[in-house]
Every structure is written in structure tokens, then in C-alpha cells.
């Protein structure tokens, strides 16, 4: 989804690196998400965001931090990158509670 | 939190059949959505379908609520059909989606 922007699309980084995943949306959408997915797990949340103030742990947040800096704008940080945090991160956005969610087309990460 | 089961795991179509996704809910659920992951990697949303029937081109999904479960039919099946598709659903007043495994879908030419 072309409204729905993630970056970068691929990154290759080392054991112990900052990495920083980063998500807009022109969407006009309140609501933003990150998820996880590994293979055979399907997706898993590991933050969401109601609005710029309201920020939440998902299913699997140990590890990641997230900043709001804006309506638009929802990044992901790992602060200390380890292997098992090798993945497809997905970026979504919904209206208020209830309304279709729109992915991005995802960051593949691997951490060596 | 729910669980969410979807079944067959796998499926292998010839072009031109018909399939039923299958998706069941541990617990009651106010917001379902059916999703395709394409082979790049893509998650396009299908339906959100909390209750009720929706149809869209050779897709329709049912969602029967009082019975916890959600069935995508895809009909004429094409070769771009194939991919993943998964079932998602949240309860109470939030939209934490918690995501089913997956039917991994191949549809032969």
C-alpha cells in the first residue's frame, strides 16, 4: 500500500548495531502499528499507537523501543541488535477501533 | 489473549477450482479481517468482515460471530491467488489484531 511507507526495504546490519526501521502514512490514520513476522508464526505486535501521546507494548516488545514523532511519522529502534531479531517488520495504520488495517510493504532485517 | 486457528495449513489448487479458507476464534471477536500476503512479500487487506457476508470479485468471506469462526471462499482460483492468506481478529474496544498462522495457498497453472 502506496500510502503506507516504510524504510528501508532491506538492511543487513551486525550483532549489537542501532537500527532504526521508520513508517509514514498519508492516510490521515490516528492509529499506527508495528509487527513482526518470522516464518510459520504468522505477524505478532510488538508496539501500536493510538496518537502521538498514546503509546503501547504489544505481544513481543523486549527489545524494541518506538517513537511517535508525529501523526504520520511511528519508528521502530532496536537498541542493540541481536540474530534473533532477524525478521519481516511490518508498518500499519487503521482508523478508530474496528476499521480495516493498511500494511506497508515491509523491511526484511537481518542481523548477522 | 485469543487464539487464532486456521486451517488447511497448506493448499494446492489447479486454475480454475474453488476453495474454502477456514479461520476459528477462541473467543468472540468484534473486528476480523482477512488478509494476502502475495510471494513479494505484500500484505493486502481482503475484507473486514466482523460479522455478515461480503463478497468482492471471485472472493466473498462469512463471518458467523456466535459461532467464532470465518470462512474465505475463493472461486476460479488464479495463479495470482497464490500466496499466503491469513485471519486476524481483536475483541473489546482496541484493534490489536492477533494474526492466525497462515494458509499457504498454490494455485497451479
Not at chain 1, 502499528?33 to 501521546?53: A, E, H, M, T
Given at each position: ?98 476499521q480495516p488495517q493498511h500494511f506497508g510493504d515491509g523491511t526484511r532485517?537481518?542481523?548477522? | 489473549g485469543i487464539q487464532v486457528e486456521q486451517s488447511p495449513p497448506d ?99
Amino acid at each position: 500500500d502506496a500510502d503506507v511507507t516504510q524504510t528501508p526495504r532491506n538492511r543487513i546490519t551486525k550483532t549489537g548495531k542501532r537500527i532504526m526501521l521508520e513508517c509514514s502514512q498519508t492516510k490521515g490514520h490516528d492509529r499506527m502499528y508495528w509487527y513482526r513476522q518470522d516464518p510459520g508464526l504468522g505477524l505478532r505486535l510488538i508496539y501500536y499507537s493510538f496518537d502521538v501521546k498514546d503509546i503501547n507494548k504489544g505481544e513481543i516488545s523486549d527489545g524494541y523501543s518506538v517513537s511517535r514523532q508525529a501523526q504520520a511519522k511511528f519508528s521502530l529502534s532496536l537498541e542493540s541488535a541481536i540474530p534473533n531479531q532477524t525478521a519481516l517488520y511490518f508498518c500499519a495504520t487503521s482508523d478508530f477501533g474496528g476499521q480495516p488495517q493498511h500494511f506497508g510493504d515491509g523491511t526484511r532485517l537481518s542481523i548477522l | 489473549g485469543i487464539q487464532v486457528e486456521q486451517s488447511p495449513p497448506d493448499l494446492i489448487l489447479q486454475e480454475g477450482a474453488n476453495s474454502t479458507l477456514r479461520c476459528n476464534f477462541s473467543d468472540s471477536v468484534n473486528n476480523l479481517q482477512w488478509f494476502h500476503q502475495n510471494p513479494w512479500g505484500q500484505l493486502i487487506n481482503l475484507f473486514y468482515i466482523p460479522s455478515g457476508t461480503k463478497q468482492n470479485g471471485r472472493l466473498s468471506a462469512t463471518t458467523v460471530a456466535t459461532e467464532r469462526y470465518s470462512l474465505l471462499y475463493i472461486s476460479s482460483s488464479q495463479t495470482t491467488d497464490s500466496g499466503v492468506y491469513f485471519c486476524a481478529g481483536s475483541t473489546g474496544a482496541n484493534s490489536k489484531l492477533t494474526f492466525g498462522k497462515g494458509i499457504t495457498l498454490s494455485v497451479r497453472p
